[in-house]
């Protein structure tokens, strides 16, 4: 009786085991595709965190750049506007040179 309950047990090991094993094997792959996935993950990670470093220099690049823009554009306008202030005098004294001339001349 001893020898029949164990090559029953052996028996419905050996079922138990064709069962369990391909699970096993699957579990395996499983783990072994998730450390890839985990793996490329973290690069992927890494990656998006050093875009973002560069996105926040450009930003601040880009930023300093349009303040210097309008700096520029404020002293252009600025020039213009003492442009046409001198042309307007030199327009405005145009007229006293004859009066001028006339008075040196005398």
């Known amino acids: 009786s001893g020898l029949c309950a164990w090559v029953i047990n052996i028996v419905k090991f050996y079922e138990v085991y064709c069962d369990v094993e391909p699970k096993r094997k699957a579990l395996a792959q499983a783990n072994a595709d998730l450390a890839t996935a985990t793996e490329k993950l973290s690069v992927i990670k890494r990656k998006v965190v050093s875009l973002e470093e560069q996105l926040a220099k450009l930003t601040a690049d880009f930023e300093q750049a349009s303040a210097e823009k309008q700096r520029c554009q404020q002293e252009a306008d600025a020039t213009n506007r003492t442009i046409q202030l001198a042309n307007r005098l030199v327009g405005g004294l145009a007229s006293e040179n004859?009066?001028?001339?006339?008075?040196?001349?005398?």
């Open 98 to 106: 004859v009066r001028w001339a006339e008075a040196v001349a005398k």
